[in-house]
């Protein structure tokens, strides 16, 4: 049977009309589909194929995630910094159900008047995120699947800024790092151009009769350490091309992509026929 991998990467990407319909243009072809959750913070897994699972139901649809993929793979002690030390569990605790329309219970832990951790279980109370909180602010998490620990999220002023991703040991296998840069861009349009970008500062030359507006922003990006043999990747596209070029290399498949992912992701997959949703 011939076969297709949709690579995710956010969210946003799993609510796009185009994933559904490739998707389901792929099963009309009698094609296996699986979806590889690629996401880095992995308390978005859970949502994700609640999200799926709502969009398609097929047993040709599997659904895996990094985590899933290295749970197999060596790797290294994490750290005491880095570990997740759930210390709060003799505090007082409030007991809420989740929002989202699921059976998961929020568990908040209070200490002097403000919530210093969250868990939330699903209806059995097995653990799906526990998350530590300084001024109402994240400053540590870990994310579990089936009871196991599978990643570890660190938070800078409340934003997610470092990932660990862990195998089915818990032993660290991946580290991204979040880091910003200075993007820079450029619009140039004719004057008579209904589309028109009213927060920008606009400049116009009279000789084109061409409008040009310039934005710029600070963009996130990853890099990627491997804690197995030390190679270290400079950006989260060149580390997908390596993670499902290795993963995937004996499964003979059509890559699905994210459309806004295609310009940073290309570059590290000449040789491979990458498709678009």
Same mark, same amino acid.
């Given at each position: 049977m011939k076969q297709a991998i949709f690579l995710v990467t956010s969210l946003a990407g799993i609510k796009k009309l185009t994933f559904k319909q490739k998707i389901k243009m792929l099963l009309n072809e009698n094609i296996q589909i699986t979806v590889l959750l690629g996401m880095v913070q992995f308390d978005e897994y859970e949502t994700a194929k609640q999200l799926i699972q709502s969009l398609?139901?097929?047993?040709?649809?599997?659904?895996?995630?990094l985590a899933e993929l290295v749970s197999k793979k060596p790797g290294i002690t994490v750290t005491a910094k880095d570990q997740f030390?759930?210390?709060?569990?003799?505090?007082?605790?409030?007991?809420?159900?989740?929002?989202?329309?699921?059976?998961?219970?929020?568990l908040r832990y209070v200490a002097d008047g403000d919530i210093v951790a969250e868990e939330?279980?699903?209806?059995?109370?097995?653990?799906?995120?526990?998350?530590?909180? /300084?001024?109402? &602010? @994240?400053?540590?998490?870990? *994310?579990?699947?089936?009871?196991?620990?599978?990643g570890l999220l660190h938070y800078t002023d409340?934003?997610?800024?470092?990932s660990l991703l862990l195998n089915g040991a818990g032993e660290l296998v991946y580290r991204f790092i979040r880091h910003n840069r200075h993007v820079t861009y450029d619009y140039e349009m004719q004057r008579t151009s209904k589309m028109a970008f009213t927060n920008l500062i606009s400049e116009t030359d009279?000789?084109?009769?061409?409008?040009?507006?310039?934005? /710029?922003?600070? &963009? @996130?990006?990853?890099?990627? *350490?491997?804690?197995?043999?030390?190679?270290?990747?400079?950006?989260?596209?060149?580390?997908y091309a390596e993670f499902i070029s290795t993963e995937f290399a004996d499964v003979p498949a059509s890559l699905f992509i994210d459309l806004n992912d295609n310009p940073h992701f290309a570059a590290y997959m000449q040789q491979l026929l990458i498709f678009n949703y």
């Open positions: 398609v139901k097929s047993s040709r649809v599997q659904v895996t995630s030390v759930a210390d709060y569990r003799e505090l007082e605790v409030k007991q809420f159900s989740a929002t989202d329309n699921t059976d998961n219970v929020i939330i279980t699903d209806a059995a109370g097995q653990l799906i995120t526990a998350t530590k909180i /300084s001024q109402n &602010r @994240p400053v540590s998490a870990a *994310v579990y699947e089936d009871g196991k620990q599978i409340g934003k997610h800024d470092e009279e000789k084109t009769d061409e409008v040009s507006y310039h934005l /710029s922003e600070e &963009r @996130p990006y990853y890099e990627v *350490v491997d804690h197995v043999d030390f190679h270290r990747f400079n950006s989260i596209f060149e580390f």
